[in-house]
């Protein structure tokens, strides 16, 4: 059983679908405002966690990181299929494992997967101010596509306006 929880390995890491195990990792980590803070999605309570958790249990989209020698979750990898044999990838770690390489360390491993198994074109979007996150796209070898200008809320001010974001696209293609 074990076996067929584990979508790949690297040195540090196990990458794997999620189990009932996981909620105080995964609450240690979607309730953090700062981890979440450019996620579509408030901190969450351990309630709203819980059936978090229950989804990404039955999901394939959702990968949890697992680093090997303390077997914590510490993250997770969003790889979901799209049309045209694409996939759009996205991330969100523990802040406090943050600056370690595992974000890259993962991603990269899962993206060499993908490729391998035929997918032609992988991309992602992000905020343009979290640095961090398009970093990290650009160490992977994705290139900037698109900067749409607010194109998206998540959220409306006190008079019920929406405060609207800019997207960065980032892309890489199986022959690059």
Known sequence: MEGKTIIAE????????????????????????????YEPYKPLTFDETKENLEWR??????????LKDSHKMIGNVYMGKRDFEAMEIGYVF?????GHGYAAESC????RQEFSS????????????????????????????????????????EDGRAI?????????????
């Open 10 to 37: 690297t040195e540090r890491l196990i990458l794997r679908r999620y189990r009932e195990e996981d909620m105080q990792d995964l609450y240690e980590y979607l309730s953090d405002m700062e981890t979440v803070k």
């Open 57 to 66: 249990i039955g999901t394939d989209e959702m990968i949890a990181v697992e």
């Open 94 to 98: 523990n802040r406090n494992y943050w």
């Open 108 to 111: 990269r491993a899962l993206v």
């Open 118 to 157: 035929g997918i032609h074109r992988i991309y992602a979007e992000c905020d343009p101010c979290n640095k961090s996150s398009w970093k990290l796209l650009e160490t992977l070898g994705f290139r900037r596509e698109a900067h749409l200008r607010q194109n998206v809320y998540f959220w409306k001010d």
């Open 164 to 176: 609207w974001k800019d997207t960065y696209v980032y892309a890489k293609l199986n022959d690059e």
